[in-house]
């Protein structure tokens, strides 16, 4: 014998981690997204540190100038309101480049 209101119970709970996974599947999906865009903006914030350093050296008259006159991407979607869960740096950076597995263990 099957208690209908433990049934009824257990299809919501279904459907809440249903859409709880959906949730995360998202917030996934989005936290990979900025940390591509994140790998992107630490290479081109290095090759501008290293453009300056040379031009530092090689020429102490001129004026470094800032932002190269190239337009920066920062295409920034958001897919759900709400808060993220907040994680250590170490546990979200597989799959990163060093610079900015670096740029999270300075900070």
Do not use: I, Y
Not at 38 to 62: D, N, V, W
Not at 70 to 85: D, E, I, K, L, Y
Request: glycine residues 10%; charged residues 25%; aromatic residues 0%.
């Amino acid at each position: 014998q099957q208690n209908p209101m433990l049934l009824a119970e257990l299809r919501l709970l279904r459907q809440r981690k249903d859409e709880l996974e959906q949730r995360m599947s998202a917030l996934q999906e989005s936290r990979r997204e900025l940390m591509v865009q994140l790998e992107g903006l630490m290479k081109l914030l290095k090759e501008e540190e290293q453009k300056q350093a040379a031009q530092a050296t090689g020429s102490p008259h001129t004026s470094p100038t800032h932002g190269g006159g190239r337009p920066m991407p920062m295409p920034v979607r958001s897919t759900s309101a709400g808060s993220t869960p907040t994680h250590g740096p170490q546990d979200s950076l597989s799959g990163v480049g060093g610079d900015v597995q670096e740029a999270f263990a300075q900070g």
